[in-house]
């Protein structure tokens, strides 16, 4: 048993550590930071209350995924397909839990069926969790093929439509009705919307997201299940324009409305694609809004410096008082320092 004296001695040696001591101190955390420790560039964010940190539960990993956005498989064409093999041998023999897989849009660069079997031929080689997805403006590109599929502009449609392309993507999922879904898992709600028409309905929003009253209406209700702050994840593909606008093509079309839906509630994560984002060179983390928007890299098409190998991703993990988000580089299965941002969960007023 330590003596009151020891007792005294080692308290005094603690004290001068944290008083003294900060180099030491840096020294042990930044060497010895576990994979769930907060970092990091995000210092942007609100700092976790005293009282939340002390609570033992709130270092404990409720659930994690992956966000894996614009793979643009490609019939044909092998660089997609090598990136998105290497981005799956890495998530399925992961050194932390993955409970799911969300496919953030774009699965496929031209939307034809011979995209989506390579890509199911794919996923079968793998030992994965559930996958889940919602649809990106490639998947309604086989519009634009011909006969002898090569692009043609002139006779777009091509006799085709957007309608066969959104049934050609909810076949795949097993989606019955629409191309939006939800799902719970682990307590926690996915809430993932989808662009319902592209030029071939809606020539005048170009590469926008269109979003139906229909869908609008059952994201409000949705959203309704959210009154307690309990943490919901909203996956779209087109990022959002500026706050106070409807956007218009490569953005979410009916912006305003979309922002409405979710201002009233709080701990709301709105998770993006679309852009190609390279998580080593830009921040992906946007605050001007209610919600917190985080913009994914791409598996398939991520703009590099020169690496043609780039292939990226989005880890997240759900914590008691906090959600972590990562960049992740599947090439050589390393984070991205840069790409480590950490956020409170808002209490209740």
């Given at each position: 048993?330590?003596?009151?004296?020891?007792?005294?001695?080692?308290?005094?040696?603690?004290?001068?550590?944290?008083?003294?001591?900060?180099?030491?101190?840096?020294?042990?955390?930044?060497?010895?930071?576990?994979?769930?420790?907060?970092?990091?560039?995000?210092?942007?964010?609100?700092?976790?209350?005293?009282?939340?940190?002390?609570?033992?539960?709130?270092?404990?990993?409720?659930?994690?995924?992956?966000?894996l956005s614009d793979l643009h498989i490609s019939d044909g064409i092998s660089i997609m397909t090598d990136k998105l093999h290497a981005a799956l041998k890495d998530v399925s023999s992961?050194?932390?839990?993955?409970?799911?897989?969300?496919?953030?849009?774009?699965?496929?660069?031209?939307?034809?069926?011979?995209?989506?079997?390579?890509?199911?031929?794919?996923?079968?080689?793998?030992?994965?969790?559930?996958?889940?997805?919602?649809?990106?403006n490639h998947d309604y590109y086989d519009i634009w093929l011909d006969k002898k599929g090569e692009f043609a502009k002139e006779t777009m449609p091509n006799g085709k439509s957007d309608?066969?392309?959104?049934?050609?993507?909810?076949?795949?999922?097993?989606?019955?009705?629409?191309?939006?879904?939800?799902?719970?898992?682990?307590?926690?709600?996915?809430?993932?919307?989808?662009?319902?028409?592209?030029?071939?309905?809606?020539?005048?929003?170009?590469?926008?997201?269109?979003?139906?009253?229909?869908?609008?209406?059952?994201?409000?209700?949705?959203?309704?299940?959210?009154?307690?702050?309990?943490?919901?994840?909203?996956?779209?593909?087109?990022?959002?324009?500026?706050?106070?606008?409807?956007?218009?093509?490569?953005?979410?079309?009916?912006?305003?409305?979309?922002?409405?839906?979710?201002?009233?509630?709080?701990?709301?994560?709105?998770?993006?694609?679309?852009?190609?984002?390279?998580?080593?060179?830009?921040?992906?983390?946007?605050?001007?809004?209610?919600?917190?928007?985080?913009?994914?890299?791409?598996?398939?098409?991520?703009?590099?410096?020169?690496?043609?190998?780039?292939?990226?991703?989005?880890?997240?993990?759900?914590?008691?008082?906090?959600?972590?988000?990562?960049?992740?580089?599947?090439?050589?299965?390393?984070?991205?320092?840069?790409?480590?941002?950490?956020?409170?969960?808002?209490a209740k007023a």
């Amino acid at each position: 048993m330590m003596s009151r004296r020891q007792f005294v001695k080692r308290m005094l040696a603690i004290l001068a550590v944290f008083a003294g001591g900060g180099t030491i101190w840096k020294y042990v955390l930044d060497h010895e930071k576990p994979l769930h420790a907060e970092s990091d560039s995000t210092a942007a964010t609100t700092p976790i209350p005293t009282e939340q940190t002390a609570n033992p539960t709130s270092n404990k990993l409720l659930l994690s995924f992956f966000l894996l956005s614009d793979l643009h498989i490609s019939d044909g064409i092998s660089i997609m397909t090598d990136k998105l093999h290497a981005a799956l041998k890495d998530v399925s023999s992961f050194e932390s839990p993955v409970e799911c897989i969300v496919l953030g849009g774009d699965l496929t660069d031209m939307g034809r069926e011979t995209d989506y079997k390579l890509l199911r031929k794919i996923l079968n080689g793998y030992k994965l969790p559930p996958i889940y997805a919602n649809m990106g403006n490639h998947d309604y590109y086989d519009i634009w093929l011909d006969k002898k599929g090569e692009f043609a502009k002139e006779t777009m449609p091509n006799g085709k439509s957007d309608a066969m392309a959104k049934e050609r993507f909810m076949k795949f999922f097993g989606y019955k009705d629409q191309p939006y879904t939800d799902f719970w898992m682990g307590g926690f709600h996915f809430i993932l919307v989808s662009q319902e028409a592209y030029v071939g309905d809606k020539p005048e929003y170009g590469e926008g997201a269109w979003y139906s009253d229909a869908q609008l209406a059952w994201l409000s209700n949705q959203m309704k299940q959210h009154e307690d702050g309990k943490p919901a994840f909203v996956f779209i593909h087109q990022p959002l324009p500026a706050p106070g606008m409807d956007g218009g093509s490569h953005q979410l079309v009916r912006a305003k409305e979309f922002r409405e839906i979710l201002k009233p509630y709080r701990n709301v994560f709105v998770l993006s694609g679309h852009t190609h984002r390279n998580f080593a060179t830009e921040n992906h983390y946007n605050q001007d809004n209610s919600f917190h928007w985080f913009n994914n890299a791409s598996v398939g098409k991520t703009r590099s410096s020169g690496n043609d190998n780039v292939a990226q991703g989005m880890y997240v993990q759900i914590y008691e008082d906090k959600v972590v988000v990562r960049g992740r580089e599947f090439s050589d299965r390393s984070w991205i320092d840069s790409a480590h941002y950490t956020v409170p969960l808002q209490a209740k007023a």
